[in-house]
């Protein structure tokens, strides 16, 4: 019922950059809100970008703001995560999200119920 499949990790350099991608199926496609967030080794899981399916727009953490881009092709119910100018703190493990119903708002990320298994960052120096 609920499928989401990251893709497009791996291992870069400083400076570099990575597309994510997230396949859907259509119902899970059809939710409030849709994003990724990471989480790095002995940290807290934390927002990285969120898009709102009814016209809110999107939101980016300030730490990823100007470098990642969140964008989504609804022909193919995919989500992606453009970024560019990685950093090693950027080094994680991402997960596309999906919130079913409405919890957050336009300006907040996703307050997800539907995870995916997550994909592999790293960023070396």
């Known amino acids: 019922q609920v499928q989401l499949q990251e893709s497009g990790g791996g291992s870069v350099q400083a400076g570099g950059s990575l597309r994510l991608s997230c396949a859907t199926s259509?119902?899970?496609?059809?939710?409030?809100?849709m994003g990724w967030f990471r989480q790095a080794p002995g940290k807290e899981r934390e927002g990285v970008a969120s898009?709102?399916?009814?016209?809110?727009?999107?939101y980016y953490a300030d730490s990823v703001k100007g470098r990642f881009t969140i964008s989504q092709d609804n022909a193919k119910n995919t989500l992606y995560l453009q970024m560019n100018s990685l950093k090693p703190e950027d080094t994680a493990m991402y997960y596309c999200?999906?919130?079913?119903?409405?919890?957050?708002?336009?300006?907040?990320?996703?307050?997800?119920?539907?995870w995916g298994q997550g994909t592999q960052v790293t960023v070396s120096s």
């Open positions: 259509r119902y899970t496609y059809s939710a409030y809100c």
């Open positions: 999200v999906a919130e079913r119903t409405r919890g957050s708002w336009p300006g907040q990320q996703c307050q997800p119920h539907d």
């Open positions: 898009i709102y399916t009814g016209g809110g727009g999107s």
